[in-house]
């Protein structure tokens, strides 16, 4: 019974430790342009370099050339079979921009405006994704060609003054050796104005059900809660 117990107490401490080098992966800052914004994680996930170091720099690799990625946050066991990530992000046209409320109104206008017109997106997704391809090819030596399918939006989520946020379900293609595999991914959206500076959380999962939207929409609204809080 002793030796139990003692075991009992070792894996305690090495979970309490385990728990300690986590805990500052879940509070830091990013600066946009010359703004420091305070993060906090969602439960469960950690920014990237804690998980592993080098996927931040991967990741930016397969984003679009217009936006500004600040951020990357994964789960404590790394990217696993439901392949979720959170990511902030800025366009880069406006990050030197203050945003008061009035731009932020218009600029959730526009995007509501726009949201339901995917088709008209399609020409710059089919560029991303060629880029994409390429740079697998550069940095794997593997000859994947990698393209968007349908892409379904869904209901705005949440819309008030501070949040706006939407899911869309994406297919995506990959093509390896003369097989087609076809994978349905959830977007989930929500952009917000941080000490005048616009931010939007991205969360991208495997979708397998309904519940994998209500996760990503839940988790969404929690990291959007904890932005919100800590920089008040």
Do not use: C, Q
Request: hydrophobic share 40%.
């Amino acid at each position: 019974m002793y030796k139990n117990l003692t075991k009992y107490i070792g894996i305690l401490l090495l979970s309490t430790l385990a728990s300690n080098v986590y805990a500052d992966a879940r509070n830091y800052s990013i600066k946009v342009h010359k703004t420091t914004i305070e993060v906090e994680a969602p439960d469960g996930f950690y920014e990237s370099s804690y998980v592993d170091r080098y996927a931040f720099k991967r990741f930016v690799k397969l984003m679009p050339d217009d936006l500004l990625t600040h951020t990357l946050l994964l789960p404590k066991s790394g990217v696993d079979d439901n392949l979720r990530v959170i990511f902030l992000a800025t366009p880069k046209k406006i990050v030197k921009h203050k945003v008061s409320d009035a731009i932020f109104n218009k600029i959730i206008n526009n995007v509501k405006d726009e949201r339901l017109k995917l088709t008209r997106l399609r020409s710059d997704v089919d560029s991303h994704y060629k880029n994409i391809s390429k740079s697998i090819k550069d940095d794997y030596n593997v000859d994947a060609d990698v393209a968007m399918g349908e892409m379904t939006p869904l209901d705005v989520f949440i819309d008030n003054d501070d949040l706006f946020g939407f899911t869309t379900i994406l297919n995506l293609e990959v093509l390896v050796d003369g097989k087609l595999k076809v994978t349905p991914f959830i977007n989930t959206f929500a952009m917000m104005n941080i000490k005048n500076k616009l931010v939007s959380i991205y969360i991208y999962a495997k979708y397998n059900s309904i519940k994998d939207t209500v996760w990503a929409e839940a988790k969404a609204k929690e990291f959007a809660s904890l932005l919100m809080d800590k920089n008040k």
